[in-house]
């Protein structure tokens, strides 16, 4: 989730937005009651210090990066952030759609979907033509599930129809799969 906090490219959805927005506010809150409850007489100057202006300008950076975020998941530039200097309309609009106006489905100029999963596909790829989903299973990156699935297969090739084969031990590197009996 970093990535999405830090970096300009990809898209936010609503919910992302929201909550990106959400984390926002509650830290400006926090920090302020902070500065205020540590030194209430001085509150104004320790606002106005150096520490503050690296907080407003990281905040300012994250806040500026959710919203452009959140453009390209309508299928717009970043640009737009500047109707928002628009005189009170500009503000209320921007709440508006970035908010509440669902973005475009599937993948668009700035990227997939925000949460989808795009599995690699074995197939042809390897001979230099495009791969196919239909032709080939998904990729396992996980080492792991791969010595269970390929422990499985050697059990399972000797039983055919033996419903008794015994389950991938602990002993074995590992628990069972799937739901508990």
Request: aromatic share 12%; hydrophobic share 45%; net charge neutral.
């Amino acid at each position: 989730m970093l990535r999405e906090i830090i970096w300009v490219d990809g898209r936010n959805g609503r919910g992302r937005y929201w909550i990106i927005a959400a984390l926002e506010i509650a830290a400006v809150v926090f920090y302020l009651v902070a500065v205020v409850a540590v030194d209430p007489e001085n509150a104004v100057k320790n606002l106005l210090g150096g520490t503050s202006i690296i907080g407003l300008a990281a905040f300012s950076w994250i806040s500026l990066v959710n919203r452009i975020r959140r453009y390209h998941d309508l299928n717009k530039s970043g640009w737009w952030l500047f109707f928002a200097f628009l005189p009170i309309i500009g503000p209320i609009w921007q709440f508006i759609e970035l908010g509440f106006i669902r973005g475009t489905d599937g993948d668009n100029h700035y990227g997939p979907t925000p949460g989808s999963f795009n599995p690699t596909f074995e197939s042809d790829d390897e001979r230099g033509q495009t791969p196919n989903p239909a032709s080939g299973l998904a990729k396992v990156d996980d080492a792991y599930l791969a010595a269970y699935a390929r422990r499985l297969a050697e059990q399972n090739q000797g039983t055919s129809s033996n419903a008794a084969a015994p389950a991938f031990s602990a002993a074995q590197g590992g628990g069972t799969f799937g739901k508990r009996r």
